[in-house]
């Protein structure tokens, strides 16, 4: 399996947006509502949303290929405090779960964000999200939980967790 990590811009949104419904709709079926996740997708992936995350909030996006076929995603960023960065997304085609590839993935943030002098990296998961386990796997631990309000009476519930690098 040839695997290889590409930077990704405003021009990659239509391909963000893809791995999205087909990602997105499997992982959270279990934990959210359709409507929730319909809502979610359009706050989150619309393409201006995206071009505000990357142009404004400077989200730093990549992509994941395995061969020329674009399998997974993840953005991040540098937050408040010196040192920390955080995780916004990380996802990956089912298909390619249990495999490693979800490890090379993160592993190459972990890589880009130390080359950048980050001590920790931070990111949320959503309570009944199995990625939990994953990230436990990979080193984070629970640091706190937290519950925000992203409108239209929608909360996401979210454990936070960090790794020291």
Do not use: C
Not at 15 to 35: F, G, M, N, S, V
Not at 53 to 65: A, G, P, T, V
Not at 131 to 151: C, L, N, P, S, W
Request: charged share 25%.
């Amino acid at each position: 399996m040839e695997l290889t990590i590409k930077d990704a811009g405003t021009a990659d949104i239509p391909l963000i947006q893809e791995l999205t419904d087909k990602i997105w709709r499997p992982t959270y079926q279990h934990i959210l509502t359709p409507e929730q996740i319909d809502y979610m997708i359009d706050l989150m992936y619309s393409s201006a949303s995206l071009s505000r995350q990357m142009d404004e909030l400077h989200h730093h996006f990549i992509l994941l290929y395995e061969g020329s076929k674009a399998i997974g995603f993840a953005a991040y960023s540098t937050t408040d405090i010196a040192g920390i960065y955080k995780l916004h997304k990380i996802y990956l085609d089912g298909s390619y779960q249990g495999r490693g590839v979800g490890k090379f993935l993160i592993n190459a943030v972990i890589d880009r964000v130390k080359a950048q002098q980050a001590q920790i990296l931070e990111l949320d998961v959503n309570k009944y999200n199995k990625a939990r386990y994953f990230y436990e796997k990979q080193g984070f631990i629970v640091v706190k939980e937290k519950d925000t309000d992203i409108g239209k009476g929608y909360l996401m519930n979210d454990y936070v967790m960090q790794k020291t690098l």
